[in-house]
């Protein structure tokens, strides 16, 4: 079978994410939503919406900064502030991807520590891009895939409203790959 693994970082956001919830829902798609924990703070009920509906909520960061600008303590305490947030909302976590892929051997430790698996991506579209398009995503998306590949796209932050296109470029992409035989699953 040819799977995708489709996952959203940088959410929850009171602006996109229920658009691209519903359009998962009408593509009868479940993805993974790799979350900050000061956004899931500010947005409980949507990660209650997200688990409602079948999807996989994971750990992105609690503030979205690179562990290299944090000391370990600082770095522990955000992991945890996060951990705290979710577990409030019933979440347990099994995989972490931290902020732009970087890490620290104290980072990749930590998250072992807290059994989360650290994983990064496959595919990227540069969906965050001020300058890109909905039709470049498009096309990025096609064009990149492979079977078994993790997809990385954001339902939230970005440049000037980036997850708006990311949701218009997902219109088009979606029913292709699946015409194609992709099947999608969570992590
Ligand atoms: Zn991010």
């Known amino acids: 079978m ?10 929850p956001s009171a602006e996109y994410t229920e658009t691209l919830l519903n359009l ?3 593509l009868n798609i479940k993805a993974t939503f790799f979350v ?3 956004f899931a703070k500010e947005n409980p009920d949507i990660i209650r919406e997200e688990i409602r509906r079948g999807h996989e909520v994971c750990l992105h960061a609690n503030r979205h900064i690179s562990s290299w600008l944090m000391t370990r303590k600082t770095f522990t305490e955000d992991m945890d502030e996060a951990l705290k947030t979710l577990e409030a909302l019933g979440v347990k976590p099994h995989y972490y991807r931290p902020p732009w892929g ?21 595919v990227m579209a540069e969906d965050w891009r001020a300058s890109t398009t909905s039709s470049t995503i498009c096309k990025k998306i096609l064009d990149r895939v492979f ?7 954001h339902d939230g932050r ?6 708006s296109r990311t949701i218009e ?13 992709y099947v999608f699953e969570t992590l």
């Open 36 to 38: 900050v924990g000061e």
């Open 158 to 163: 970005g440049r000037n409203c980036a997850p």
């Open 102 to 122: 970087m890490t620290r051997r104290f980072s990749r430790y930590e998250a072992g520590k807290r059994r989360m698996h650290l994983i990064k991506w496959d």
């Open 24 to 26: 998962l829902d009408e």
């Open 147 to 153: 079977p078994g590949a993790v997809i990385c796209l």
């Open 2 to 11: 040819k799977k995708l693994f489709l996952t959203f970082d940088d959410g």
């Open 169 to 181: 470029a997902l219109k088009s992409a979606l029913p292709i790959l699946k015409e194609r035989g």
